[in-house]
């Protein structure tokens, strides 16, 4: 008999005019949202690979120890078509300075080319999905036993013999019968457009997260089934339960999501970030003071024949005379160690601005058990590997990375090596004196032996030097974080049917 | 007969649980809104007043080294939180809020990266344009769906045109009782959030204030109207409520999900700009150019000597590779000010985005903000280069090579800080706020009038019977 209701609903469902709209506000939503974030992983993936090669040219075109700084460029996840998370917010490159311990992700991910267009916010496969399967979701089950009652034919159905459990259970078989062909149709949709799309290659791992994400949406779906199943049998006419409805659907999709981050923000307070750049800076002008002190300490005239200087301490230097060469040596042996210290004193500011961020991001990870459309999301993007979590397992590899480089530079005693400063063999360094005196035979820039000039000198072997190897998060490790979440929601559901149940024996038929 | 029908769907609304679920939840976000923006607003001021110490701190040590120090050195330039914020944000935390400008060129603008914690998703502040364009549209919706399809199904709407009462009354006066409705939530919404800021905010209610809040009052009704008329459109569209109801939750979600968050894919489509990678790659390339065609010796440089023969080649060349960058940058930075003018166009369809951005020109925020001081900083950095090139001009110990990178081969004395000029972000006119929201207002009273009528004709041949 329940199988009979079901059967019915469904093909009531299935003629009535809330299916086509429902359909056809899919039909146009979830390619549109996909074709877009297609679109933008894409674009992703073009910088990725340019950034990726500029990093490792950059990287091996090296010819000075201070001149090796690896650059980190991390690949854009592809499930970030399905669930963006805070990829848009944070950026895919990292550069290892001695001189600072990396607190973001730097690149173009985080700034788009037109910053003006961030006042525009964008949706994902996800935010669709988590609006339209509730509000269908809503929709179809808001006159569940209003409707029959208003129409009369629930009296006339308990005139046969069916209980009021077959009945109940029929109709919701009734409005899963309809949903879930709905809900089907927009993975299946998402993942056409996926595998026609140049560039685009998801592995079986990633096909296995897009099945746990349709499984979580069919759980997301299932809270507001149940939540208006039971609305719907308190109160006795349709339009009440749908307003009751609404209300809700707002609340737990625009209303709460933003006031619970609102509240966050207010109340776990976050300095400003510049700042905390400010306090940064002045530890690099106390460190930049301190050298000034120790050059000022030798009387040497640092003349140069051919220097090249830039940021975190890169020094390349040929042509010089030996006493200029041993003293740069000299001012390095000091300057480096001083600068990996004050890293590590700028870090605590560092630190603090972080945790400050994280406890922020805790407290709004507490709020969102309060909303099933925020708990959703956090799932998706858990299983999606665009949470924070990943982000931060990413950031405290890249940290470890550098922690290993650094060591690597004090253990062989970089520093201290004429090849730290320059390509040129310590060796053939003449003596003051002497080059002073083979200046004076020099009338034109092209007497100059070849060897004063750096690109004489071959590109450096840097295989011994630590390369950083990415950790991908292990899929138990992504459904321990969404399990207890999804767990909840299941929970919760379950006993929305039950107060259902109980509702529904006591209901009115009359 | 008009005031009959206003008064008896005024009763009836007022008494219906939409209305009191409705009146809660406003009440509700209006008062979490408000307390939460003082307390915010405590907290940003005190930690921009930081900021700006530190700032002008680091303008005095600049000016007490030299002048010319002062002119090269790179400033940034930050918004200061509005003290009209409770009324909107004006999204000013995703707009840029920095610029980075020396007496030379202003360089560029960002949004500054404490804006927003990148951990947390992009979300909306609670203020008061906030609770209109989500909630207030939501409800205008909510109260006008069923106006004419539910007292169909009620077969009350036979029995009403039956006395003599035309179409266009019954019409009309329900069509200003649910704006009359929704004004009532506001107002009484807004009333709440005055009290708590009197009692505990730190925002003095000077007549600028009170002419905003008037202002946005007035946009407001402009916005419910329109938005009601799209209700009531719904409403004789179809015979059934429920049907009604679909469109207009439909539309509303086109108008507040749909349009505003697809407009950066219509903006990368539609009004490409060159990516930044491009136009750096070719301002790099002509700069490669410059320096190989410099004449030897415009990279020598002794800092212990002004008069340094080179460092006049060295300042030329140095104003060639700027005045390089500013072609650049400034015809692509043009680029993301058109590109941004075109998307905004794009979504006026939308009078959920049509009511962001009148609110955002009439408080001063946003755009009509980030141009004016876009704008106002490329006049200042004329007058800061004037009074530095002055100031230069009256040292006789200097060699007057203009260098805008570097203080090799200008004055060394020291400024006194009063006299250097400051950039001070100085308040939009009110004229000139209402010139920039006007052609937005119009085609929102055009859409609203054009609805209306739209409504009214499909009501004039609307099937009446049950």
């Known amino acids: 008999m329940a199988w009979l209701i079901a059967k019915k609903d469904f093909l009531l469902n299935l003629i009535s005019t809330r299916f086509i709209i429902a359909f056809l506000l899919c039909l146009f939503l979830i390619p549109f949202t996909v074709i877009v974030n297609v679109n933008d992983y894409q674009n992703r993936l073009r910088v990725y690979q340019v950034e990726k090669a500029k990093a490792e040219k950059e990287f091996k075109q090296t010819r000075v120890y201070s001149g090796v700084r690896p650059e980190i460029v991390k690949p854009p996840q592809a499930l970030s078509i399905f669930c963006k998370g805070i990829s848009n917010n944070v950026g895919n490159r990292v550069t290892i300075y001695l001189g600072k311990i990396p607190l973001f992700a730097q690149g173009k991910t985080a700034e788009r080319d037109n910053p003006l267009l961030n006042s525009f916010f964008s949706i994902d496969f996800i935010n669709v999905i988590a609006i339209i399967m509730s509000l269908l979701a809503l929709v179809f089950s808001y006159d569940i036993f209003s409707k029959e009652k208003e129409n009369g034919t629930l009296k006339l159905i308990f005139s046969n013999r069916i209980s009021r459990s077959s009945f109940l259970s029929g109709k919701i078989a009734g409005i899963y019968l309809t949903l879930i062909p709905i809900l089907l149709f927009n993975f299946i949709l998402s993942c056409l457009i996926i595998i026609f799309s140049q560039d685009v290659s998801l592995t079986a791992n990633d096909w296995l997260h897009v099945a746990l994400l349709f499984f979580a949406s069919f759980i997301y779906m299932s809270f507001f089934i149940f939540l208006s199943t039971f609305i719907s049998s308190k109160v006795k006419c349709s339009i009440t339960s749908i307003i009751i409805n609404l209300f809700l659907w707002i609340w737990f999709l625009f209303l709460f999501p933003n006031i619970s981050t609102y509240l966050v923000k207010t109340f776990s307070k976050v300095g400003l970030y510049e700042n905390m750049k400010y306090a940064m800076d002045q530890l690099d002008n106390e460190f930049s003071d301190k050298c000034v002190n120790f050059n000022n300490s030798f009387d040497i005239d640092r003349d140069h024949f051919n220097l090249n200087g830039g940021y975190d301490g890169y020094f390349e230097t040929t042509g010089d005379s030996r006493e200029v060469i041993d003293f740069e040596i000299k001012i390095k042996t000091f300057k480096e160690p001083l600068r990996i210290d004050y890293a590590d004193k700028k870090w605590v500011y560092q630190k603090k601005y972080l945790d400050d961020l994280m406890k922020q991001k805790k407290l709004a990870k507490s709020f969102a058990w309060f909303s099933p459309s925020d708990l959703f999301e956090n799932i998706s993007s858990s299983l999606c590997q665009t949470n924070t979590q990943e982000y931060n397992d990413f950031m405290s590899n890249v940290r470890d990375y550098r922690k290993t480089f650094v060591q690597y530079f004090v253990d062989n005693k970089m520093f201290e090596l004429p090849e730290y400063i320059t390509p040129q063999d310590i060796n053939t360094f003449p003596p003051k004196k002497k080059l002073e005196k083979m200046w004076n035979s020099i009338k034109c820039i092209e007497d100059c032996p070849p060897s004063w000039f750096s690109n004489y000198y071959p590109y450096l072997d840097l295989s011994d030097i630590p390369v950083f190897k990415f950790h991908q998060t292990s899929l138990i490790q992504e459904l321990s974080q969404s399990i207890i979440k999804l767990s909840f929601l299941v929970i919760i559901s379950i006993i929305f049917f039950y107060l259902t149940v109980l509702s529904f024996r006591k209901y009115d038929l009359r | ?466």
């Open chain 2, 1 to 466: 007969m008009l005031k009959t029908i206003f008064i008896r769907e005024i009763q009836q609304n007022v008494s219906s649980l939409r209305f009191q679920i409705s009146l809660f939840i406003v009440i509700i976000t209006f008062a979490i809104g408000t307390v939460s923006y003082i307390i915010s607003y405590k907290d940003n001021i005190k930690n921009f007043e930081k900021y700006e110490k530190e700032n002008i701190k680091r303008i005095r040590e600049d000016a007490k080294e030299s002048a010319s120090i002062l002119a090269v050195n790179n400033r940034m330039f930050m918004h200061r939180p509005k003290s009209n914020g409770f009324i909107s944000d004006c999204k000013d935390k995703y707009f840029p809020n920095q610029y980075n400008y020396s007496a030379y060129y202003v360089r560029d603008f960002q949004i500054g990266k404490g804006s927003v914690n990148p951990f947390i998703k992009d979300s909306n502040e609670i203020n008061w344009v906030f609770i209109v364009t989500v909630i207030l549209s939501f409800l205008s919706l909510l109260f006008s769906f069923d106006l004419i399809s539910g007292e169909k199904e009620t077969r009350t709407l036979a029995l009403c045109l039956s006395n003599s009462i035309s179409r266009g009354t019954l019409f009309f006066g329900k069509y200003l009782s649910v704006i009359t409705v929704i004004m009532l939530e506001t107002i009484i919404g807004v009333i709440i959030s005055l009290i708590i800021l009197l009692i505990f905010g730190d925002i003095q209610f000077t007549n600028i204030i009170i002419i905003d809040i008037l202002g946005f009052l007035v946009f407001t009704l402009i916005f419910v109207a329109c938005v009601t008329a799209f209700g009531l459109l719904t409403s004789v569209i179809t015979k059934k409520s429920n049907i009604s109801l679909l469109y207009s939750l439909a539309i509303w979600l086109i108008f507040i999900v749909i349009i505003p968050n697809t407009s950066i894919f219509w903006a990368n489509k539609l009004f490409k700009i060159e990516h930044v990678e491009a136009v750096i790659n070719k301002k790099d390339k002509e700069a490669d150019e410059i320096n190989r065609n410099a004449p030897e010796g415009s990279w020598s440089s002794n800092s212990g000597n002004l008069f340094h023969p080179e460092h006049e080649l060295r300042a030329k060349n140095q104003t060639n590779l700027l005045n390089n960058e500013k072609k650049y940058m400034d015809a692509y930075n043009n680029s993301r000010l058109r590109q941004l003018e075109s998307t905004r166009l794009f979504t006026l369809f939308s009078p959920v985005c049509l009511f962001n951005y009148i609110t955002e020109a009439y408080l001063g925020g946003g755009y009509l903000r980030f141009k004016k001081n876009w704008n106002g900083l490329h006049v200042y950095q004329k007058q800061f280069l004037g009074f530095f090139k002055n100031f230069d001009a009256k040292d006789n110990k200097s060699p007057h090579w203009y260098n805008p990178y570097e203080n090799y081969s200008t004055t060394r004395k020291f400024v006194d800080i009063s006299e250097v000029p400051v950039y001070k972000e100085k308040q939009i006119l009110f004229g000139e706020r209402l010139q920039y929201l006007s052609n937005y207002l119009i085609i929102m009273i055009i859409y609203t009038g054009v609805i209306f009528f739209l409504g009214f004709a499909v009501f004039v041949k609307y099937d009446v019977r049950g």
